[in-house]
């Protein structure tokens, strides 16, 4: 099995097609990591690093550095530990967890390439197509309106709300117009940690008494703050999803425990691919529900993702949309678009890209 010969680090940025706003704040571009690894046969491992809003401190820069710093303890080490290679990066960038993901994503990438094997099979196998949402974020209702009827023409038939920066009458009215927009779409609302209790409880009666129905409520409350999650779900019997608050499958049960949530939105960019493959485990032994979402990744950083979703099958929601909310790139490869359905090839060797 060959070896780890060299690994490039490489910044790239690109511009989103409107400004994403969301409880924590403004973004009209990205500026991410590309990763690719070369073995001593000539094969290669690609993956891309997002910085985030959510993720303030996983700024470009300290991307690079933490990326840059994993490269003299994973060179000249045989592709096929690859177990050991991801331990490494993520013993050495536990804090950069954006960083050791995309490591551990271009380090799979490399192996199941050498296996000729897509990555989707390496996880699992379970299926070759998913369907996403389509992300709207924090805007006035007449926008959100356009933008959802704008949707719907496309072939969306689910959507996902930012809200929780201003009133819970507010973001009802804002929940309005998307309904208005979009009638038959499937909805989830992102809260981003923007709610308090009385406010997450208020807009959710407004909600109901609109009678515009959501399929979950994602992280509404701070992170940290499970008390209040649990006792917004037993207030209200409104499903709760956990996403800021995940990083690990210790997270999961300390969650799950806490009975602070009904599911969880998972991100490769946070937990890694094996790390997420825990987190799936826990869900399931808790019985709960499963989502799985990105950050501003290009087409090369979500193809991960979309194998993940595609190999476990096990989302019942997908919000794998960066591709739609960034200005399009020359990529090719890693999965077939179709409106809002991605496919994979059964012939792929790792991500495809």
Same mark, same amino acid.
């Given at each position: 099995?060959? *070896?780890?010969?060299? @690994? /490039?680090?490489?910044?790239?940025?690109? !511009?989103?097609? %409107?400004?994403?706003?969301?409880?924590?704040?403004? =973004?009209?571009?990205?500026?991410?990591?590309? *990763?690719?690894?070369?073995?001593?046969?000539?094969?290669?491992?690609?993956?891309?690093?997002?910085?985030?809003?959510?993720?303030?401190?996983?700024?470009?820069?300290?991307? *690079?550095?933490?990326?840059?710093?994993? *490269?003299?303890?994973?060179?000249? $080490?045989?592709?096929?530990?690859? $177990?050991?290679?991801?331990?490494?990066?993520?013993?050495?960038?536990?804090?950069?967890?954006?960083?050791?993901?995309?490591?551990?994503?271009?380090?799979?990438?490399?192996?199941?390439? %050498?296996?000729?094997?897509? #990555?989707?099979?390496?996880?699992?196998?379970?299926?070759?197509?998913?369907?996403?949402?389509?992300?709207?974020?924090?805007?006035?209702?007449?926008?959100?309106?356009? &933008?959802?009827?704008?949707?719907?023409?496309?072939?969306?038939?689910?959507?996902?709300?930012?809200?929780?920066?201003?009133?819970?009458?507010?973001?009802?009215?804002?929940? !309005?117009?998307?309904?208005?927009?979009?009638?038959?779409?499937? &909805?989830?609302? /992102?809260?981003?940690?923007?709610?308090?209790?009385?406010?997450?409880?208020?807009?959710?009666?407004?909600?109901? $008494?609109?009678?515009?129905?959501?399929?979950? &409520?994602?992280?509404?409350?701070? =992170?940290?703050?499970? $008390? %209040?999650?649990? #006792?917004?779900?037993?207030?209200?019997?409104?499903?709760?999803?956990? /996403?800021?608050?995940?990083?690990?499958?210790?997270?999961?049960?300390?969650?799950?425990?806490?009975?602070?949530?009904?599911?969880?939105?998972?991100?490769?960019?946070?937990?890694? #691919?094996?790390?997420?493959?825990?987190?799936?485990?826990?869900?399931?032994?808790?019985? !709960?529900?499963?989502?799985?979402?990105?950050?501003?990744?290009? !087409?090369?950083?979500?193809?991960?993702?979309?194998?993940?979703?595609?190999?476990?099958?096990?989302?019942?929601?997908?919000?794998?949309?960066?591709?739609? &909310? #960034?200005?399009?790139?020359?990529?090719?490869?890693?999965?077939?678009?179709?409106?809002?359905?991605?496919?994979?090839?059964?012939?792929?060797?790792? @991500?495809?890209?």
């Amino acid at each position: 099995m060959p *070896i780890i010969q060299t @690994i /490039d680090v490489k910044p790239v940025s690109f !511009k989103l097609k %409107t400004p994403f706003v969301t409880a924590a704040g403004r =973004k009209t571009e990205t500026h991410n990591v590309q *990763i690719t690894i070369h073995l001593a046969d000539g094969t290669r491992g690609m993956s891309e690093a997002s910085s985030s809003i959510a993720m303030p401190t996983e700024s470009q820069e300290n991307m *690079i550095k933490a990326l840059k710093s994993m *490269i003299p303890e994973l060179r000249g $080490r045989p592709i096929e530990n690859y $177990r050991e290679l991801v331990a490494t990066s993520w013993r050495l960038q536990a804090l950069h967890q954006t960083a050791a993901s995309a490591m551990e994503c271009a380090i799979l990438d490399a192996y199941t390439r %050498t296996l000729d094997q897509s #990555l989707t099979d390496f996880l699992g196998g379970k299926g070759m197509t998913v369907e996403t949402d389509l992300t709207l974020s924090l805007a006035p209702p007449k926008e959100l309106f356009k &933008l959802a009827r704008a949707a719907v023409k496309k072939g969306f038939r689910r959507l996902k709300v930012k809200v929780g920066g201003t009133s819970p009458e507010e973001d009802c009215e804002r929940m !309005k117009a998307v309904h208005k927009g979009a009638p038959r779409a499937a &909805l989830v609302v /992102d809260g981003n940690q923007g709610f308090g209790l009385s406010q997450a409880v208020d807009f959710v009666h407004r909600l109901k $008494r609109a009678q515009i129905s959501i399929n979950f &409520l994602e992280q509404p409350f701070r =992170k940290h703050d499970l $008390r %209040t999650m649990r #006792l917004f779900r037993h207030r209200t019997h409104v499903p709760v999803f956990a /996403d800021e608050a995940i990083l690990s499958a210790a997270d999961a049960v300390r969650l799950f425990e806490a009975e602070a949530a009904d599911g969880l939105n998972i991100k490769v960019a946070k937990s890694g #691919l094996l790390g997420a493959l825990d987190i799936i485990h826990i869900s399931q032994r808790f019985k !709960k529900r499963l989502a799985i979402g990105c950050m501003e990744e290009s !087409k090369l950083g979500l193809a991960a993702s979309v194998h993940l979703a595609c190999g476990t099958g096990v989302f019942e929601w997908v919000d794998l949309d960066s591709v739609f &909310l #960034l200005e399009p790139t020359a990529q090719r490869g890693g999965f077939l678009m179709k409106g809002p359905k991605f496919s994979v090839k059964s012939n792929l060797s790792g @991500i495809g890209m």
